[in-house]
């Protein structure tokens, strides 16, 4: 299983929020976060000096997948949400160890 942990503009929740359902994903957590890459949260032709950060509203979304379906989610994501400009944002790809549904005990994938 992996953890597919997406950080984008908000304003691509909804398309988000589509694609992984046309990906059978099974749930997905959604937070409202603060942060900045490699612009520190300016825009490219502002050329900043110095130390200053500048952290943008974003969302971050994640859901956990079986492996099998970790490359065409990722590149899905680049397709649907993707517009080629700074912000679009980030996708980190972690390894689950395991998972259990509380409420039946079911472990692994059959807890997604
Ligand atoms: N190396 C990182 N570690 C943690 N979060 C990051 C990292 N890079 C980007 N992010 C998160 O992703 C959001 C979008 O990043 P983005 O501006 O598209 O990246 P970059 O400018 O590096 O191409 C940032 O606002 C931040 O919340
Ligand atoms: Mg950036």
Redesign the pocket.
Known sequence: MKKIEI??RQEKLNGLKELLVVHNCQGMTVSS???????K?YIPEMNIVGSDIN??P?V?VFTVVEDDETEELLADIANVIGTGK?????V?VYDIQEAMRIRTNERGEKAL
Do not use: N, P, S, Y
């Open positions: 950080i984008t976060v603060m942060g900045c890459g490699r612009q949260g952290l943008l974003k971050m700074a912000g679009d944002g980030k980190f």
